[in-house]
């Protein structure tokens, strides 16, 4: 297991960004192409924002969600809209790469053609992600995977419709085959809040249906904390 920390959040997804086009880098120069998954919530902005400001090939570039409300793409909650606002229009992003959910939909009927996009792109087998950007909740969720979740222990699935009840709200989320599948994946951490969810995390006792970020390999992950998430580890 790979962790690095910084003095703050922005330093943080900034780095965890740079590593990220890093490792997108190696992938086109490798096969001509490379795909990325991110995640929502309020941590990525900086690393967003670090990714519309940098000189990259985007074009090159197909973009997926790992998880995403349900809600239209419109909405304030819309994980798609907050990427779409701080990177992708920014970046003037190739609408052909963007590979959204299209939430807005029933959320089952939204999961199925996700998966067939999934599908579609990768071919038969499990998607495998060149990079897979994640984050944890303070209960130490993951992707759209919350303690109890039944899908949680899912390997063979690759797309799924949740109801996330402290939210009263459908999500569309992958599953933990395709996290674990991806070829790298980076996990961006920050806030004192975190650090029960970190230590349940790396310390605690086996149990993905208490912690569901223990889906998460250690090989192949890099975890990048601010000093706040980071201190109780």
Known sequence: MQTHTFPNVTDA???CGARVVELLGAAIAARGRASLAISGGS????????????????????LFWVDERG???????????????????????????????????????AALLYADDLTRFFGPATPQFDV????IGPDAHTASLFPGEPMIQNRGGITAAVWVEKFHQFRITVLPGVIAAAKNRVVLVAGE???????AVFEGPRDPLKAPA??????????FLDEAAGKGL
């Open 13 to 15: 997804a900034e780095a």
């Open 193 to 199: 809040d975190k650090i029960p969810a970190l230590k």
């Open 214 to 223: 223990q889906v998460i390999p250690d090989d192949g992950t890099e975890w």
């Open 43 to 62: 941590s990525p902005k900086p690393m967003y924002e670090y990714f519309a400001r940098t000189e990259f090939d985007w074009q090159r570039v197909h």
């Open 132 to 135: 897979m950007h994640m984050g």
């Open 71 to 109: 809600v239209p793409p419109t909405d304030k909650q819309s994980n798609f809209r907050f990427a779409s606002e701080t990177w992708l229009s920014p970046a003037k992003y190739p609408e052909a790469n963007i590979h959204r959910v299209q939430a807005e939909l029933e959320a089952k009927e």
